[in-house]
């Protein structure tokens, strides 16, 4: 990247923090291996937006994509609720596990709602701050002022601000350098692919730390609704917190290493490496999702009479993959022993599995929530 200057430590006493410089302007990227690594990471992505529009009712698989999402982002903050346990409902959950499974659920409807929010209001301070309080709403961070930026001076790491290992800009700054970031992420003068952008808009985003609490969560967020609204992506189907999380080591001194030094393309090669990676797992996901789909309804086609209800249970648990013969009982609006035979019909022509030793059963469509678990 050309003449990249990051910003400035300044002292002040006890303390250095960190006042980055802003980044509306026009750039110019001249390294060629970056620019080969971007050919790639933009083909992928376009590989994945195209293979998207074939899967049929895309949206049906797009909320487990999030919930994976929601898991991954949440687990680099020190939340500990896997894939299993944040598609089940809040009552099928072990109380002591409730927090956490609650600030995940929180993220998934920060998301959608803030996926809603684009199509009337652009990246901007009022769609982050929306999407905040969503985040933060009735869990840990409930009392650092959920959808507002902060008004006192906040750190990473450390004991306190004197041993920590990033002190972000004070508030006064904040106002500022958000709305250069609000113009940066909107502007079509800045020169730059758009996959390149959003790793400048995280990288600012997270270096700013405008919130006292749940900016990480809120930058990651950001990565997705930046490719969605530039329609890089039709739909929310590219999340990288799975390889920020496998990587968190490199992913936080990647970060550092801007501020420290500059050295942009650095981040940006981790970044677009992510991006790589992650749109090659989201393409396989998907092809997996077709093949198992064809051989779904070859399945249920041998239940005859029994296949109508079959197709609705099942596109239940493309939403829910783990369900107790209550709920099978609410979809299909006939009797408990009627759920019970269709359940055992599900689970004889191997769709679904009994899942866990807890009262009542409770199944999983195995399969399936199998594409979202591989690493």
Known sequence: MDQFHQGYFINEGTYHYFKPSEIDRRWEMKDTNLANLLAEASNLVGKLDMFSKFVPNIDLFIRLHVVKEATKSSKIEGTNTDLPEAVQSQNQIRDERRDDWREVQNYVEAMNLAIEHLKKLPISSRLIKIAHKSILQGVRGARKEPGEFRRSQNWIGGMGISSASFVPPPH????????????????????????????????????????????????????????????????????????????????????????????????????????????????????????????????????????????????????????????????????????????????????????????????????????????
């Open 172 to 375: 006064i700054e904040i106002a500022g350098l958000m709305g250069d970031l609000e113009k940066f992420a909107n502007s079509d003068e800045t020169n730059l692919h758009p996959l390149v952008k959003v790793a400048l808009i995280h990288y600012q985003f997270e270096t700013i730390h405008p919130f006292l609490d749940g900016n990480g969560r809120v930058g990651r967020l950001l990565i997705t609704l930046y490719l969605v609204q530039q329609k890089v992506l039709e739909k929310p189907l590219l999340y990288l917190s799975d390889f920020f999380e496998r990587h968190k080591l490199e992913y936080y001194e990647k970060l550092m290493l801007v501020r420290k030094s500059g050295d942009l393309q650095a981040w940006i090669t981790f970044f677009l490496a992510g991006i790589i990676e992650t749109a090659k797992t989201s393409i396989g996901t998907l092809e997996g999702i077709l093949n198992l789909n064809r051989t779904v309804s070859e399945k249920i086609n041998t239940l005859r009479g029994r296949a109508e209800n079959a197709q609705k249970v099942v596109e239940y648990l493309y939403v829910k993959p783990i369900v107790e013969v209550s709920e099978v009982t609410e979809i299909i609006g006939l009797s408990r022993p009627a759920s019970y035979k269709l359940v055992d019909s599900l689970e004889r022509i191997g769709i679904l599995k009994k899942w866990g030793d807890s009262k009542p059963q409770k199944y999983v469509f195995d399969d399936y929530l199998s594409l979202f678990m591989t690493e």
